[in-house]
């Protein structure tokens, strides 16, 4: 139903927009506070009633008309049956649109000629490539046409979809989600396929409270129709061993409430504002997919924005074509960056991406990738003590491990192109070989300067042959003069790339105080050990200046400044 969806700024901040394809699934992620439910919220407002007056996110929707048959049936397919004795104005229908988070539904009467008129007009001239690209049809259009195919749902309605609805008088219009699904077969059968695949039971309607609808859930499917829609004593003795859905958990009852909403009518803009509430990772996972799936099914345009890597995922898996849109908003600038689906698979594709957990940084504000898990665990650590103590930390940032220096930048420079900060946190040694201008290029250094690096690399680690020292045992205090200028101006240049080099050697150099001589495999749970883990505790260790300290402070600055190098604009 949709073309395009234009937003009011780009990946750089500036009045630039971004215009994309919403494709079958469109999802928005960033850090808290970045927009991703407003958004929806102003596609809603543009969608159920034209472009509003005022909007922060969203610029334009350009509806994908349906051509005059189409576009008569799915105006007709929302026509209610009137109560006897009302009567309307020559060519006017009414039309129903229920609202299944209130229950509630609105009527309102429409000259269906003039608006399958409008419709035309914008169709024809669409389909003859001449129709602006700002146009905006009239208001009708989508107040009479577009709101009738549009949800939206939200995690503070997501419980009251499975409560009890009144029947209502079913030869007329459907009421409500639950009296739609009751009317039709093949809608509730589906549900009860996706809930029996995902929870292991089946979606049943009981109207045995005569007037009332209820969802339970049952261990078998009903027999036939009659079984479950009856009120004789086998419907009964069904309904009463199956599960009122209100003793459910609340996992259950959001799972099967967004569910039974989304196929109880024919949505083609579906707007899900966190589907992952109240989910446990492995049913956010299910979720994703299932509602990729029907995005696929109804031909519509969904909208979800989430904080759950498990329900991107199942978004991914399930084959439907998505884009990711990451919103960030940090000092008063705001960006949209879209990864195109094709980028996504590729990078999906990609076990050591998978693995590591990349997709989890899509939802912070920054990204720390170590060399390895005790790495990665050791400067978390110190960050969380910075925090606490209120010195410079990064916030909002998660900690990656790779596997080792070579990996990090295959998980630095996809982080980098979706607009996270990924800094690159390395060990003294990447300095010798090739690894560091393999790096250098991953965090988008201009090809001229990783020229002029490479070089100054190479005679820092002729000079350290040159004097017979190990890199790794000591770094830079092992030079004097020239040469530990040569190597503190390195480390500054890669530092403002936010490629940072522990200068003393390696992770288990820092804090030489306390004395830990153990071997690798035992290195951490014994640094752990000595730093204590209760901060009553007379000797545990608290931030200081300098050391490990300064190293992490010095992260949190690039990651936190708006102006940092190393991020493409596009």
């Given at each position: 139903?949709?073309?395009?969806?234009?937003?009011?700024?780009?990946?750089?901040?500036?009045?630039?927009?971004?215009?994309?394809?919403?494709?079958?699934?469109?999802?928005?992620?960033?850090?808290?506070?970045?927009?991703?439910?407003?958004?929806?919220?102003?596609?809603?407002?543009?969608?159920?009633?034209?472009?509003?007056?005022?909007?922060?996110?969203?610029?334009?929707?350009?509806?994908?008309?349906?051509?005059?048959?189409?576009?008569?049936?799915?105006?007709?397919?929302?026509?209610?049956?009137?109560?006897?004795?009302?009567?309307?104005?020559?060519?006017?229908?009414?039309?129903?649109?229920?609202?299944?988070?209130?229950?509630?539904?609105?009527?309102?009467?429409?000259?269906?000629?003039?608006?399958?008129?409008?419709?035309?007009?914008?169709?024809?001239?669409?389909?003859?490539?001449?129709?602006?690209?700002?146009?905006?049809?009239?208001?009708?259009?989508?107040?009479?046409?577009?709101?009738?195919?549009?949800?939206?749902?939200?995690?503070?309605?997501?419980?009251?979809?499975?409560?009890?609805?009144?029947?209502?008088?079913?030869?007329?219009?459907?009421?409500?989600?639950?009296?739609?699904?009751?009317?039709?077969?093949?809608?509730?059968?589906?549900?009860?396929?996706?809930?029996?695949?995902?929870?292991?039971?089946?979606?049943?309607?009981?109207?045995?409270?005569?007037?009332?609808?209820?969802?339970?859930?049952?261990?078998?499917?009903?027999?036939?129709?009659?079984?479950e829609q009856a009120v004789d004593q086998r419907s009964r003795?069904?309904?009463?061993?199956?599960?009122?859905?209100?003793?459910?958990?609340?996992?259950?009852?959001?799972?099967?409430?967004?569910?039974?909403?989304?196929?109880?009518?024919?949505?083609?803009?579906?707007?899900?504002?966190?589907?992952?509430?109240?989910?446990?990772?492995?049913?956010?996972?299910?979720?994703?997919?299932?509602?990729?799936?029907?995005?696929?099914?109804?031909?519509?345009?969904?909208?979800?924005?989430?904080?759950?890597?498990?329900?991107?995922?199942?978004?991914?898996?399930?084959?439907?074509?998505?884009?990711?849109?990451?919103?960030?908003?940090?000092?008063?600038?705001?960006?949209?960056?879209?990864?195109?689906?094709?980028?996504?698979?590729?990078?999906?594709?990609?076990?050591?991406?998978?693995?590591?957990?990349?997709?989890?940084?899509?939802?912070?504000?920054?990204?720390?990738?170590?060399?390895?898990?005790?790495?990665?665990?050791?400067?978390?650590?110190?960050?969380?003590?910075?925090?606490?103590?209120?010195?410079?930390?990064?916030?909002?940032?998660?900690?990656?491990?790779?596997?080792?220096?070579?990996?990090?930048?295959?998980?630095?420079?996809?982080?980098?192109?979706?607009?996270?900060?990924?800094?690159?946190?390395?060990?003294?040694?990447?300095?010798?070989?090739?690894?560091?201008?393999?790096?250098?290029g991953a965090c988008f250094v201009p090809s001229a300067l990783?020229?002029?690096?490479?070089?100054?690399?190479?005679?820092?680690?002729?000079?350290?042959?040159?004097?017979?020292?190990?890199?790794?045992?000591?770094?830079?205090?092992?030079?004097?003069?020239?040469?530990?200028?040569?190597?503190?101006?390195?480390?500054?240049?890669?530092?403002?790339?936010?490629?940072?080099?522990?200068?003393?050697?390696?992770?288990?150099?820092?804090?030489?105080?306390?004395?830990?001589?153990?071997?690798?495999?035992?290195?951490?749970?014994?640094?752990?050990?000595?730093?204590?883990?209760?901060?009553?505790?007379?000797?545990y260790v608290r931030p200081e200046s300098g050391d490990v300290?300064?190293?992490?402070?010095?992260?949190?600055?690039?990651?936190?400044?708006?102006?940092?190098?190393?991020?493409?604009?596009?």
């Open positions: 139903m949709l073309n395009t969806v234009t937003l009011k700024f780009g990946s750089n901040g500036t009045l630039s927009e971004l215009s994309v394809d919403p494709l079958r699934m469109t999802v928005f992620v960033g850090p808290n506070n970045s927009g991703k439910s407003l958004v929806l919220r102003e596609i809603q407002q543009y969608a159920e009633h034209g472009k509003p007056a005022r909007s922060k996110i969203v610029e334009h929707l350009e509806i994908a008309y349906p051509d005059p048959e189409s576009a008569a049936v799915l105006v007709r397919s929302r026509e209610a049956a009137l109560p006897p004795g009302q009567y309307l104005q020559e060519n006017h229908v009414r039309l129903i649109r229920t609202i299944p988070s209130s229950g509630s539904v609105s009527q309102f009467d429409v000259n269906v000629p003039h608006l399958l008129q409008n419709i035309q007009g914008a169709w024809e001239k669409q389909s003859a490539s001449s129709l602006p690209a700002r146009f905006d049809p009239w208001p009708g259009v989508f107040e009479q046409f577009v709101s009738l195919y549009t949800i939206a749902l939200d995690g503070r309605t997501r419980f009251a979809l499975t409560e009890p609805r009144q029947a209502g008088d079913l030869q007329l219009a459907p009421q409500n989600h639950l009296a739609a699904l009751f009317v039709n077969d093949v809608a509730r059968a589906r549900v009860r396929e996706i809930t029996h695949d995902a929870i292991g039971l089946y979606f049943v309607i009981d109207p045995t409270n005569l007037g009332t609808f209820r969802i339970r859930m049952s261990l078998r499917a009903p027999a036939d129709p009659t079984e003795n069904f309904h009463a061993a199956a599960t009122d859905i209100a003793e459910a958990s609340d996992g259950v009852k959001a799972f099967t409430g967004l569910v039974s909403a989304l196929i109880s009518a024919d949505y083609r803009i579906i707007l899900v504002d966190e589907p992952e509430a109240f989910l446990h990772p492995p049913l956010a996972r299910k979720l994703g997919g299932t509602m990729a799936a029907l995005a696929t099914e109804r031909k519509a345009n969904v909208f979800a924005s989430t904080h759950s890597a498990h329900f991107l995922m199942g978004c991914i898996e399930s084959g439907t074509r998505t884009n990711i849109i990451r919103l960030t908003y940090n000092q008063g600038s705001a960006t949209a960056r879209l990864l195109p689906d094709s980028r996504l698979s590729t990078l999906m594709r990609d076990p050591l991406l998978r693995s590591t957990g990349v997709l989890n940084a899509l939802f912070h504000a920054s990204a720390v990738v170590c060399e390895a898990d005790r790495d990665r665990a050791f400067y978390e650590e110190i960050n969380t003590r910075l925090v606490a103590a209120k010195k410079p930390a990064v916030t909002d940032g998660v900690f990656l491990n790779a596997q080792n220096k070579q990996t990090i930048r295959r998980i630095v420079q996809p982080l980098r192109e979706m607009g996270i900060p990924a800094a690159a946190v390395v060990d003294v040694d990447i300095i010798k070989g090739t690894d560091l201008r393999d790096l250098l990783v020229h002029s690096l490479t070089i100054l690399r190479g005679n820092i680690e002729a000079r350290f042959k040159e004097l017979g020292l190990d890199m790794k045992a000591g770094g830079v205090r092992q030079l004097q003069g020239a040469d530990r200028e040569s190597f503190e101006s390195l480390m500054e240049q890669l530092r403002a790339y936010g490629v940072f080099v522990v200068p003393i050697g390696e992770v288990e150099s820092w804090l030489q105080s306390l004395r830990v001589a153990a071997a690798k495999d035992v290195w951490l749970t014994t640094i752990f050990e000595r730093m204590r883990s209760d901060p009553n505790e007379v000797d300290w300064g190293f992490i402070e010095a992260v949190a600055n690039w990651t936190s400044d708006p102006m940092r190098h190393g991020m493409p604009l596009e």
